[in-house]
């Protein structure tokens, strides 16, 4: 199928991915592709969703952050991006390493940030047609999924009824050694066009990407196999990579073929084959196939030694790659240990199962000591002032790993992380407050921090008055458990309405989705942006829009409805900032013609209602102190 592409708006590119989503799922395969990606759409697109991140402030082997590119002419920008995908030459990826929490360093490789623009285009249109045919129950890097949807739906499983010998018991944890490092262009880029994507100069693109190699103190490195980690597409690629794994393992049990009307009679067929209930579960290169036999799992585990080694050109490491009985011993999965026990309230002698996923006391101890060094960091600080946002950075840390293992049975686990915890700060309040220590110890609802989160908890943790306010650190057992009920709806998808109200719902959101940007932008608007040096850049059209839709399309003086008035004017709250920070979404305000005259006016406005002349002697009021402050 090739496509005539002629975007006009993000609404327009929105379609297109639900399009090519659709006719995916029918096995179409596209042509014409390099066309939606050079789109100007979908070049917008892509640099907003980049410098919406924090990796927008990392630079590559260039040297170039995002600011660069913001601030240049919109056109120049645009131009450059499709000019570099006629003739795209990457440069090679930095290379840094990061900590992996085990002792280990994992490498990770930064794009400089106009090789990160061209990937995102190329992620924004490829994605949905992969999308379409990924194994139902991988996880990793896909939108609207995460690792707690993979934990449900292997917890469900177990949780299926069936006889005690059918019961899915048995799992043989999967670990690939340097699964990224190893991936074989050849066979992603065969894979690639099996998939549906068969324009060529895609996939002559995505080959240059992966043939970039990375710096590392200052030499050059090939890269013949494995994906540039840290690049944008790389996780999309690798989930591409190991799709066909998905659905070897799915298709012999979990997601068969469908040849008879219905599932309950095709699983019935395959198991008169002999061929025993296998579901595979994949979050990015960590998988797990539960089966309910032993010598199944084992079978399997020779079989995808070989399929591994000779399909995919990768090596499963034999000491990490085990079979688990999860009713003596847990199976380890991002995270947690998923074991199989009796209900709490089942008698005695039933037989019934049920899974229960416990966080991983190894994983979470590590964790608790990177809090723990966060707290004795504080005695080598010699103002309260960062001691303050010391706490406030370490009651994150309590809460990031609370949100993560909500979602299995975790109370003890947080009871001991909260006493390491408290612990530590008994020693490291007794070394900085000898004489004071005692005093600082305070009920957690007293504390002036995180209000709704402590409220009506007598709980003691230690705190700091600064400027009349007590700041403490907080509990992880104040998060409580989250038990998934269902298994993610595989419905639930951004590329099709029902999956994206389906999001919603899921989330228990009474909002609806972000709305599209509109198009505000003038021919005499766009003309203002190519000059130089102007602070009319890239950044100001881009962030105007946004800026629109937050101001629901009406003047924030007068309230008056600016969808189809022409004297709407974009005001800039302060025009003494500095050129980076001029053109922030909360610098920018939409008003009417007649209010923009009168912020800018030096008379007061006469025969205007009071709230009108409130707002804007307030606008009036930001530019003259600026002005002031500014001389």
Not at 44 to 65: L, R
Not at 103 to 127: A, H, M, N, V, Y
Not at 135 to 147: D, I, L, V
Not at 202 to 209: A, D, G, K
Request: charged share 25%.
């Amino acid at each position: 199928m090739h496509l005539n592409v002629n975007l006009s708006s993000e609404t327009s590119l929105k379609e297109l991915q639900d399009f090519l989503y659709a006719k995916s799922q029918e096995n179409k395969a596209f042509t014409g592709l390099l066309e939606a990606v050079a789109s100007e759409i979908t070049i917008v697109t892509a640099i907003h969703n980049i410098k919406s991140n924090k990796g927008s402030k990392t630079a590559g082997v260039d040297k170039v952050k995002m600011d660069k590119y913001l601030q240049m002419p919109k056109d120049e920008v645009v131009t450059l991006v499709q000019n570099n995908l006629q003739r795209y030459l990457p440069k090679p990826a930095r290379r840094v390493y990061i900590d992996k929490g085990n002792g280990k360093k994992r490498s990770l490789g930064i794009p400089t940030i106009l090789d990160r623009i061209i990937q995102e285009c190329i992620r924004i249109i490829i994605e949905p047609i992969c999308e379409a045919r990924f194994y139902p129950h991988s996880y990793g890097f896909r939108p609207y999924r995460a690792q707690k949807h993979a934990i449900a739906d292997i917890v469900h499983t177990i949780n299926l009824p069936a006889k005690p010998q059918n019961k899915a018991v048995f799992a043989l944890e999967g670990d690939i050694r340097g699964c990224f490092d190893n991936i074989n262009h050849r066979i992603l880029l065969q894979k690639l066009w099996k998939i549906g994507i068969h324009d060529k100069r895609i996939i002559t693109l995505i080959r240059q990407t992966l043939k970039a190699g990375y710096v590392e103190y200052d030499i050059l490195y090939h890269s013949n196999v494995g994906t540039p980690q840290g690049g944008i597409i790389s996780p999309l690629l690798s989930n591409v990579y190991l799709n066909d794994f998905d659905w070897y393992v799915g298709r012999q049990y979990c997601e068969p073929h469908r040849v008879c009307k219905q599932k309950n009679n095709d699983i019935a067929r395959l198991r008169n084959q002999g061929k025993n209930q296998k579901y595979n579960f994949r979050y990015a290169d960590d998988w797990i196939i539960l089966t309910s036999k032993r010598y199944e799992a084992e079978r399997m585990k020779r079989e995808l030694t070989k399929y591994f080694r000779y399909r995919l050109k990768l090596e499963l490491s034999e000491e990490k790659t085990k079979i688990t009985d999860m009713r003596e011993n847990g199976a380890e999965f991002l995270g947690f240990v998923i074991r199989a026990g009796k209900p709490r309230l089942a008698d005695k002698n039933s037989e019934k199962l049920v899974g229960k996923p416990f966080p991983n006391m190894v994983k979470l101890s590590a964790k608790v000591t990177k809090v723990c060094d966060e707290i004795h960091a504080m005695k080598r600080m010699k103002h309260t002032s960062d001691r303050v946002a010391q706490i406030q950075y370490i009651n994150s840390m309590i809460m990031g790993i609370a949100e993560y293992f909500k979602i299995g049975i975790c109370s003890k686990a947080f009871n001991a992380l909260d006493n390491r915890i408290y612990i530590s700060c008994y020693y490291t309040w007794k070394r900085l407050y000898p004489d004071a220590a005692m005093r600082m110890k305070l009920p957690l609802c007293r504390l002036n921090n995180l209000p709704h989160r402590h409220e009506g908890y007598q709980a003691k943790t230690y705190a700091i008055e600064y400027q009349n306010m007590w700041i403490g650190i907080t509990r992880a057992c104040l998060t409580h458990s989250q038990h998934a009920k269902y298994p993610l709806n595989q419905k639930i998808t951004p590329y099709t309405a029902e999956g994206r109200s389906l999001y919603l719902r899921q989330c228990k959101r009474n909002k609806r989705l972000p709305l599209d940007r509109p198009s505000v932008n003038t021919d005499t608007d766009l003309r203002m942006s190519a000059y130089s040096n102007s602070i009319y850049n890239f950044e100001y059209f881009m962030n105007r829009e946004y800026a629109f839709n937050r101001d629901k399309w009406k003047c924030r003086c007068c309230g008056t409805d600016l969808s189809y008035r022409q004297d709407r004017h974009c005001h800039h709250v302060n025009r003494r900032l500095p050129l980076e920070k001029i053109n922030q979404v909360s610098n920018l305000a939409w008003v009417c013609r007649d209010c923009h005259l009168k912020i800018h006016s030096n008379r007061v406005p006469v025969n205007v209602d009071a709230k009108i002349k409130q707002k804007i002697l307030k606008f009036r009021d930001k530019l003259d102190k600026a002005k002031s402050t500014s001389e």
